[in-house]
């Protein structure tokens, strides 16, 4: 098979057989061979397909380009025949397909619990790139060395690449706004958060911040805030307090921090929305309260 979609056959000449099917190329053949009178007893058959195939790149154990088959290839398994993904963290994964000048995103958690969307079906050209940052340039790279490898005119790549630029250029700008809108509502307290309340004997009483996302520990709480004032708290009564979803029962957890091995358990103590965390005052401190209240009043009254 030549470059151009034709072979060439002694004492008849080239026969062209890109865009048939296998039984539009055999009878082709077939009309050829008897048009130079030659019995016509042959067997057709494809060894390999390269004709039609798409590019696999990014996060993907083995990066590849993907042969379109009679078998229709889905993305599912185009991603398979690349290894499959290798990404740490799904939440920031996104499978980005690159199709006739448009770029379709597919963040990887939507991708794994959709199966429509892992039965796309893949086109000839179509470039995928798994991506596992926020930033688009390392797949627009990708999806430019694609292009460039694709036989092309002159003018039909530099129109690819033209559209090319301009949707990353949207996606870009898109992300950005996105991005700048969020930092500015949460600088305002305006987006929806959870909170952990400190109390007592803390460096400094107020509430933690739950993060996005992702899980925070009771260690996590106690160390934000530059942890306890170890002179008037009590490590030995550190309290976590939790109610039920009702609000008619309280759960108290006591860590006595005292010993140090028991800090591992506030390692591992998984936080909830609305859990207060108390630290109990030392004895002495509470006598020393005491005496600072007490002392101004028992002062002023001698004086009188």
């Known amino acids: 098979m030549q470059d151009d979609g034709a072979i060439a056959i002694p004492d008849v000449g080239r026969i062209q057989l890109a865009g048939l099917t296998l039984d539009e190329a055999e009878a082709e053949i077939f009309q050829e061979l008897v048009k130079n009178q030659i019995n016509p007893s042959f067997s057709l058959e494809i060894s390999e397909f390269n004709s039609q195939r798409v590019a696999i790149g990014g996060a993907v154990t083995r990066p590849t380009l993907a042969p379109i088959s009679l078998k229709p290839l889905l993305l599912g398994e185009a991603l398979q025949i690349a290894g499959g993904i290798n990404a740490d963290n799904q939440d920031f994964t996104t499978i980005r397909l690159y199709r006739d000048g448009t770029l379709y995103q597919i963040p990887l958690t939507k991708f794994l619990s959709d199966s429509k969307l892992q039965s796309i079906r893949l086109t000839d050209q179509d470039s995928v790139y798994v991506d596992i940052s926020f930033n688009l340039s390392r797949a627009q790279a990708y999806f430019a060395e694609q292009l460039q490898l694709v036989t092309l005119t002159a003018s039909a790549r ?26 500015a509502r949460e600088a305002l307290d305006a987006v929806a958060r959870d909170y952990v309340y400190l109390a007592g004997e803390v460096a400094t009483q107020g509430r933690f911040t739950l993060p996005f996302e992702r899980k925070a520990v009771l260690a996590d709480a106690l160390f934000s805030q530059a942890g306890i004032a170890t002179s008037e708290g009590n490590v030995s009564q550190i309290y976590l307090l939790r109610g039920n979803l009702a609000g008619t029962q309280v759960t108290a957890y006591q860590l006595d921090a005292r010993n140090v091995a028991n800090m591992m358990v506030a390692t591992r103590m998984e936080l909830r929305p609305g859990d207060i965390l108390f630290v109990a005052e030392q004895p002495v401190t509470k006598w020393n309260r005491a005496i600072s209240q007490i002392g101004p009043s028992l002062i002023a009254a001698a004086v009188n």
């Not at 530099?158 to 930092?183: D, H, K, P, Y």
Request: glycine fraction near 4%.
């Open 158 to 183: 530099t129109q690819a690449l033209s559209q090319l630029q301009a949707e990353f250029n949207i996606q870009s700008r898109r992300a950005e706004e996105l991005r700048s809108g969020f930092q």
